[in-house]
């Protein structure tokens, strides 16, 4: 009996030192081919974080598919997509999870690939070290440089510089001492202040898990010894007390808590929060979990806060110290890292997603990209896959934030496609813009409803859309007669007639279509709010721009047009010759032809200007308007 009590003393006293230990996330990143995942799977290997299934898959997988004759293959560990074993690359970031009598560890694997530079940025976006490697034949290539970019973009703040492959060149010093002089002068100008570096041979195990006898002229810690012992602090400073509220907890009428994860600080009970964007003030009463209330909480614990007071709190909200509480915003400069296929255009709008609230925001300005092989800026009107700018950006509601070098969760965003919700961009704010602070909203006593009022009439945009010579302004300019002489006030937005004015500082670019569909849909929101009838009649070949000006509009004020002409219809009419230019290629990014045009997938009206004359389909729009 007292043997069994004494094992289970000992099976509990084990659990809760596990339970205990300081967990540490690292990826490992560099060019492709010098060695990420056999350095990990060795790890994994000699740290025995592997079950005897996996042993034995891994030395049957190693005769199939190994590149090391009839040794163990450790990168297989790590490579466990079909493509990565034939191909013996990596392409997807994989996580493994391991540990050692002194800490936790999850590591994730990242591909060196240049097209799979996104996926390297994801698994960064949550590590607190960065190992780094090189190949010790080739040096510091592009792919070092970017990573390491990325690496310090993302706030982690310690590199372990792993000189790997040193058995292939005689474990020479020199060698290895002219990389690191190469490194150290990437890290300062990266503004990496912690780096270690280490001479290694991950297939072989020198300096891996002890020092290696092979290099008697290195006295530093092992690659494992140094991941023990690395001290990383997740926030930077005492900034307080922050909560990004993920929930509202009201399982009945008695109880209304806030539940989130602490981002940063301390909280207990009878400490004065703020709620934000809101302002509003109030104490905390408690702090429930599911083992209980605590008597305090701290960073990375998942609570549930109520309140002395009835505060309205939602999702997306950040309840912070009263006394210390972060910045509320609209605009930013940021740091941004594009992910998508399809190229960022400055003006097209995006959902921002930082902590737990979603924005719609849009990119005002690229001030430059970045050559992430050399650190110098260069001008930039678009951003392609992969690239990174600094960017100013625009939000349309204030949001809480703070400085990414402060705190990652109130510092650190991703923008999200309108349309097919897919990731494009990840980014980290700098600071706000000082203006954004400085503007608000004035009221005006005369308002939209009293100005469409006296007019007799409720206020529209009538937004045709369709190909260059499709008919939209000759059926845009009919309606416009005839609402007029119905004693209706209107105005028509032409895109030739703005180009002569508001819009005559732009090209034809994807960029600048972008631009030239803002500025129109400001003008129109304005005429709307003066209580007008307008109508707007452009190409607007892009669908996201579309959306984007209907936005802007109260529902049902918005009345999307499509004109819709056959390709060949129009280059037949061609009045202007424009069709002509473009196919003999005097005319680039035309409509039609180089550029594409994006139909409406849900347009208010669909008139086919090859069935019907323009007057029957002017008709139809006074006549849907009346309805």
Same mark, same amino acid.
Not at 204 to 221: A, R
């Given at each position: 009996?007292?043997?069994?009590?004494?094992?289970?003393?000992?099976?509990?006293?084990?659990?809760? &030192?596990?339970?205990?230990?300081?967990? !540490?996330?690292?990826?490992?990143?560099?060019?492709?081919?010098?060695?990420?995942? $056999?350095?990990?799977?060795?790890?994994?290997?000699?740290?025995?974080?592997?079950?005897?299934? &996996?042993?034995?898959?891994? #030395?049957?997988?190693?005769?199939?598919?190994?590149? &090391?004759?009839?040794?163990?293959?450790?990168?297989?560990?790590?490579?466990?997509?079909?493509?990565?074993?034939?191909?013996?690359?990596?392409?997807?970031?994989?996580?493994?999870?391991?540990?050692?009598?002194?800490?936790?560890?999850?590591?994730?694997?990242?591909?060196?690939?240049? *097209?799979?530079?996104?996926?390297?940025?994801?698994?960064?976006?949550?590590?607190?070290?960065?190992?780094?490697?090189?190949?010790?034949?080739?040096?510091?290539?592009?792919?070092?440089?970017?990573?390491?970019?990325?690496?310090?973009?993302?706030?982690?703040?310690?590199?372990?510089?792993?000189?790997?492959?040193?058995?292939?060149?005689?474990?020479?010093?020199?060698?290895?001492?002219?990389?690191?002089?190469?490194?150290?002068?990437?890290?300062?100008?990266?503004?990496?202040?912690?780096?270690?570096?280490?001479? !290694?041979?991950?297939?072989?195990? +020198?300096?891996?898990?002890?020092?290696?006898?092979?290099?008697?002229?290195?006295?530093?810690?092992?690659?494992?010894?140094? !991941?023990?012992?690395?001290?990383?602090?997740?926030?930077?400073?005492?900034?307080?007390?922050?909560?990004?509220?993920?929930?509202?907890?009201?399982?009945?009428?008695?109880?209304?808590?806030?539940?989130?994860?602490?981002?940063?600080?301390?909280?207990?009970?009878?400490?004065?929060?703020?709620?934000?964007?809101?302002?509003?003030?109030?104490?905390?009463?408690?702090?429930?979990?599911? +083992?209980?209330?605590?008597?305090?909480?701290?960073?990375? *614990?998942?609570?549930?806060?109520?309140?002395?007071?009835?505060?309205?709190?939602?999702?997306?909200?950040?309840?912070?110290?009263?006394?210390?509480?972060?910045?509320?915003?609209?605009?930013?400069?940021?740091?941004?890292?594009?992910?998508?296929?399809?190229?960022?255009?400055?003006?097209?709008?995006?959902?921002?997603?930082?902590?737990?609230?979603?924005?719609?925001?849009?990119? $005002? #300005?690229?001030?430059?990209?970045?050559?992430?092989?050399?650190?110098?800026?260069?001008?930039?009107?678009?951003?392609?896959?992969?690239?990174?700018?600094? %960017?100013?950006?625009?939000?349309?509601?204030?949001?809480?934030?703070?400085?990414?070098?402060?705190?990652?969760?109130?510092?650190?965003?991703?923008?999200?496609?309108?349309?097919?919700?897919?990731?494009?961009?990840?980014?980290?704010?700098?600071?706000?813009?000082?203006?954004?602070?400085?503007?608000?909203?004035?009221? !005006?006593?005369? +308002?939209?409803?009293?100005?469409?009022?006296?007019?007799? &009439?409720?206020?529209? %945009?009538?937004?045709?859309?369709?190909?260059?010579?499709?008919?939209?302004?000759?059926?845009?300019?009919?309606?416009?007669?005839?609402?007029?002489?119905?004693?209706?006030?209107?105005?028509?937005?032409?895109?030739?007639?703005?180009?002569?004015?508001?819009?005559?500082?732009?090209?034809?670019?994807? #960029?600048?279509?972008?631009?030239?569909?803002?500025?129109?849909?400001?003008?129109?929101?304005?005429?709307?709010?003066?209580?007008?009838?307008?109508?707007?009649?452009?190409?607007?070949?892009?669908?996201?721009?579309?959306?984007?000006?209907?936005?802007?509009?109260?529902?049902?004020?918005?009345?999307?047009?499509?004109?819709?002409?056959?390709?060949?219809?129009?280059?037949?009419?061609?009045?202007?010759?424009?069709?002509?230019?473009?196919?003999?290629?005097?005319?680039?990014?035309?409509?039609?032809?180089?550029?594409?045009?994006?139909?409406?997938?849900?347009?208010?009206?669909?008139?086919?200007?090859?069935?019907?004359?323009?007057?029957?389909?002017?008709?139809?729009?006074?006549?849907?308007?009346?309805?």
């Amino acid at each position: 009996m007292s043997v069994a009590t004494d094992t289970s003393a000992a099976v509990a006293t084990y659990l809760q &030192q596990h339970e205990t230990k300081d967990l !540490l996330r690292f990826i490992t990143c560099g060019s492709v081919d010098d060695g990420k995942s $056999t350095l990990i799977g060795r790890l994994l290997y000699e740290t025995r974080a592997l079950f005897a299934d &996996q042993l034995s898959a891994l #030395e049957s997988d190693s005769r199939r598919h190994g590149t &090391q004759g009839d040794a163990i293959d450790y990168a297989l560990l790590m490579d466990g997509l079909s493509a990565e074993r034939e191909q013996g690359i990596t392409i997807d970031v994989a996580y493994r999870f391991f540990s050692t009598e002194k800490r936790k560890f999850i590591v994730a694997d990242c591909p060196g690939h240049e *097209q799979y530079t996104r996926n390297m940025a994801t698994g960064a976006s949550t590590a607190d070290v960065a190992v780094v490697l090189v190949d010790a034949r080739k040096g510091l290539l592009a792919q070092t440089r970017r990573h390491s970019y990325i690496v310090s973009l993302l706030g982690i703040r310690h590199v372990l510089l792993a000189v790997n492959k040193m058995d292939l060149v005689g474990y020479d010093f020199a060698v290895f001492d002219e990389i690191v002089d190469g490194y150290r002068e990437l890290a300062a100008q990266l503004g990496i202040d912690n780096f270690q570096a280490i001479p !290694l041979s991950a297939l072989q195990g +020198d300096n891996l898990l002890q020092s290696s006898p092979q290099t008697p002229w290195y006295d530093g810690p092992s690659v494992l010894e140094y !991941l023990e012992t690395v001290r990383v602090e997740r926030t930077r400073g005492d900034v307080g007390f922050r909560l990004p509220v993920q929930w509202v907890n009201r399982p009945n009428q008695d109880f209304r808590g806030f539940a989130g994860t602490v981002a940063a600080g301390t909280v207990r009970p009878g400490d004065e929060i703020v709620a934000l964007p809101s302002g509003r003030r109030s104490k905390v009463a408690r702090i429930v979990t599911a +083992d209980g209330d605590l008597d305090i909480a701290g960073e990375g *614990q998942a609570i549930t806060l109520t309140l002395a007071d009835e505060l309205d709190i939602s999702r997306g909200d950040v309840i912070a110290d009263a006394h210390k509480p972060p910045q509320v915003s609209d605009q930013f400069a940021a740091h941004l890292l594009w992910m998508g296929e399809q190229a960022l255009l400055p003006g097209r709008p995006y959902w921002l997603k930082i902590g737990t609230r979603t924005v719609s925001a849009s990119i $005002t #300005e690229i001030k430059h990209k970045i050559d992430v092989n050399t650190q110098e800026p260069l001008a930039a009107k678009h951003l392609e896959l992969n690239e990174v700018a600094y %960017c100013n950006i625009y939000l349309d509601q204030p949001v809480p934030f703070e400085a990414y070098a402060d705190n990652r969760t109130l510092g650190g965003f991703i923008l999200v496609d309108r349309q097919s919700d897919a990731t494009v961009a990840a980014g980290t704010l700098d600071f706000a813009l000082r203006r954004a602070g400085n503007i608000h909203w004035q009221h !005006l006593d005369v +308002d939209k409803t009293a100005r469409a009022r006296i007019k007799g &009439q409720q206020p529209r %945009c009538l937004w045709f859309t369709g190909l260059s010579g499709s008919g939209k302004s000759t059926i845009a300019n009919l309606v416009d007669k005839r609402l007029h002489a119905m004693g209706y006030h209107t105005f028509i937005l032409d895109g030739d007639n703005v180009r002569h004015g508001l819009n005559k500082d732009l090209g034809f670019t994807d #960029e600048d279509r972008v631009e030239n569909i803002r500025r129109v849909a400001e003008v129109a929101k304005l005429m709307a709010d003066a209580g007008l009838i307008v109508l707007v009649s452009f190409i607007s070949p892009f669908r996201a721009e579309r959306r984007m000006a209907r936005d802007l509009f109260a529902p049902g004020e918005f009345v999307e047009v499509y004109i819709d002409t056959p390709l060949a219809v129009a280059e037949e009419r061609d009045v202007k010759g424009l069709y002509a230019k473009a196919r003999a290629g005097q005319l680039r990014n035309f409509t039609g032809i180089d550029s594409p045009y994006e139909v409406p997938e849900a347009a208010e009206l669909e008139l086919d200007t090859v069935s019907d004359p323009a007057e029957r389909l002017a008709q139809r729009v006074i006549d849907y308007l009346i309805e």
